[in-house]
C-alpha cells in the first residue's frame, strides 16, 4: 500500500494484490484518485471513520465489490468514485446527511443497486421513474436490524448505530418448550452473534432465533392398577405382579435401532420372566423422529419419541394369564 508522508492519504492499493478484503487504517482521511481502479479481486473494502473524501475513480472497476459501507465522516465522493463496479448492489450510508456526489460516482454499478440510508436523513431526494438518486435507488429506513424470532414471542427491530453496529442484544423472545439460545446470522445456523453486532450487510438485515428443545421431564404414564390374578402355591410370587413403570425421559441415538426387550430394559420397564414378551408401539406425533420397524424401534433426528412398551409375562404353571402392563415412556432422541 502507498500512503503519503503524513499516512493520511491512501495512495494507491495494488490492483494484483491476491487479498479480497481489506481495512483502510484508522487515521487516513482521504482516498486518494484510482487508489483502488481495477482491483478486480477485492470482494470487501472497509472504510474507517475518519475518512472525509473519495477521490475521483477510487473505486472505479472494482468489478468483485459488492456492497461498501460509508461512515458519516464522508462529505464527498469525486467523479466516476464507483464507475463500473458492476457487482455493487449495496451502498450504506450511516451518515445524517447525504455527502455531495460528483458526476457519474455509480455509473456501472449493479442495475439493482440501492442506497441504504437512514429515517430522517436529509439530501437523498429520487426523481424519475424509476425513482433515483444519482442513478441509484434510496432505501428509506432500511438502515434497521430486524429480528425472527422462529415461532417465539415477537421482538422488535432496532435501528443500527451511525458505526454500523447493533449495540447490544434485543430483549430474548420465549417459545413454549424451549430455552433462547440465541440470535444467528443465518436462519438455521448454529454460530452464535455477539453484541455489539456488525453485520455483514446492513443494508437492512435480519437476525434469527435459535431455540433448543426442553427435555420433557417425568410425563406421567397410566398406571394399570389390574387385582393380582390367582396363582398356584407352585407360581412364582413375583409373577403375579402387574404394577406399570413411572414413565420417565430417556436419552436414545439418533439413526438407530432398538429391540423392544433392549430398549425396555434402558428405560426402566422390567420384566420378571425372561419368556416375557415385549412389544413397542409409537405415538403418532413422533413418527418425525422414530417409527417402527418390525419388532424393533426405529430412531430418525433428534426430538421426542413418545413409545407404549407392552409386557406381558407368560401364564404361571396352574394359573391365569396375568394381564399386560403397558408403559408410556417420552424418549429423547439425540
Known amino acids: 500500500m502507498l500512503f503519503d508522508k503524513d499516512a493520511t492519504t491512501l495512495i494507491q492499493y495494488p490492483s494484483r494484490k491476491s487479498n479480497t478484503t481489506y481495512s483502510i487504517p484508522a487515521g487516513v482521511t482521504s482516498i486518494g484518485k484510482e487508489a483502488f481502479s481495477r482491483s478486480t479481486l ?3 473494502v472497509t472504510i474507517p471513520a475518519s475518512v472525509a473524501t473519495i477521490a475521483e475513480s477510487a473505486f472505479r472497476g472494482t468489478t ?9 465522516s464522508v462529505t464527498g465522493i469525486g467523479n466516476n468514485a464507483f464507475f463500473g463496479a458492476s457487482t455493487l448492489a449495496n451502498i450504506t450510508f450511516t451518515g445524517n446527511a447525504a455527502p455531495t456526489i460528483g458526476s457519474g460516482a455509480f455509473t456501472g454499478v449493479a442495475s439493482s443497486a440501492k442506497a441504504c440510508v437512514k429515517t430522517g436523513a436529509t439530501g437523498f431526494t429520487t426523481s424519475g421513474s424509476p425513482a433515483r438518486w444519482n442513478g441509484i435507488g434510496v432505501n428509506d429506513g432500511a438502515y434497521m436490524a430486524s429480528f425472527n424470532a422462529n415461532g417465539g414471542s415477537t421482538v422488535a427491530g432496532v435501528s443500527f448505530l451511525a458505526n454500523g453496529q447493533i449495540s447490544s442484544a434485543p430483549t430474548e423472545p420465549t417459545k413454549a418448550g424451549h430455552t433462547f439460545a440465541g440470535w444467528t446470522a443465518t436462519d438455521g445456523g448454529s454460530t ?26 417425568n410425563e406421567p404414564a397410566p398406571l394399570v392398577n389390574n387385582p393380582a390374578p390367582a396363582v398356584s402355591n407352585s407360581a412364582p410370587a413375583a409373577a403375579s405382579t402387574s404394577t406399570a413403570q413411572t414413565a420417565t425421559t430417556n436419552v436414545v441415538s439418533a439413526k438407530a435401532n432398538y429391540t423392544a426387550k433392549s430398549l425396555a430394559t434402558q428405560v426402566g420397564v422390567t420384566t420378571v420372566s425372561p419368556k416375557a414378551t415385549v412389544t413397542i408401539s409409537v405415538a403418532k406425533s413422533s413418527k418425525k423422529f422414530c417409527t417402527k420397524s418390525g419388532s424393533k424401534l426405529k430412531t430418525l433426528k433428534a426430538g421426542s419419541c413418545v413409545v407404549t412398551i407392552t409386557v406381558q409375562e407368560p401364564k404361571p404353571k396352574g394359573g391365569k394369564k396375568p394381564k399386560a402392563t403397558k408403559t408410556t415412556k417420552t424418549l429423547v432422541v439425540s
Not at 64 to 72: C, D, E, G, K
Not at 197 to 207: E, Y
Open 192 to 217: 452464535i452473534v455477539t453484541f455489539p453486532h456488525t453485520p455483514s450487510a446492513t443494508c437492512g438485515t435480519t437476525l434469527h432465533a435459535k431455540w433448543d428443545l426442553i427435555p420433557v421431564v
Open 42 to 44: 477485492l470482494t470487501s
Open 64 to 72: 468483485s465489490l459488492s456492497s461498501v459501507n460509508i461512515p458519516a
